[in-house]
Nanobody
Framework: VQLQASGGGLVQAGGSLRLSCAAS????????LAWYRQAPGKQRELVAH???????TYAVSVKGRFTISRDNAENTVYLQMNSLKPEDTAVYYC???????WGQGTQVTVSS
């Protein structure tokens, strides 16, 4: 069982980043996958999730700015983040609900 997140960094407000979550094939082929985030002093919250069939759900705060997708050939889930705001600053985590398994986080910092 493996979830490897990457792609975080420092970006100015209005900029873009793309996060990647490489999953082991055993997870990717049968599990919904999700991105969560946790800002300092706040609870971890769902950002977006995608089913094996490609259906997606987004938090209201990111809808229209973020896009979650999955590449079946690469066993990877992506989170394209556009029009970033300072309030998007957080550690972003990849999660496989079926296994209750969290990947390591990747830091996203948006400067104003």
């Amino acid at each position: 069982v493996q979830l490897q997140a990457s792609g975080g960094g420092l970006v100015q407000a209005g900029g873009s980043l793309r996060l990647s979550c490489a999953a082991s094939r055993s997870i990717f082929s049968i599990s919904t996958l999700a991105w969560y985030r946790q800002a300092p002093g706040k609870q971890r919250e769902l950002v977006a999730h995608i089913t094996t069939g490609g259906s997606t759900t987004y938090a209201v705060s990111v809808k229209g700015r973020f896009t979650i997708s999955r590449d079946n050939a690469e066993n990877t889930v992506y989170l394209q983040m556009n029009s970033l705001k300072p309030e998007d600053t957080a550690v972003y985590y990849c999660y496989a609900p079926m296994y209750k398994y969290w990947g390591q986080g990747t830091q996203v910092t948006v400067s104003s």
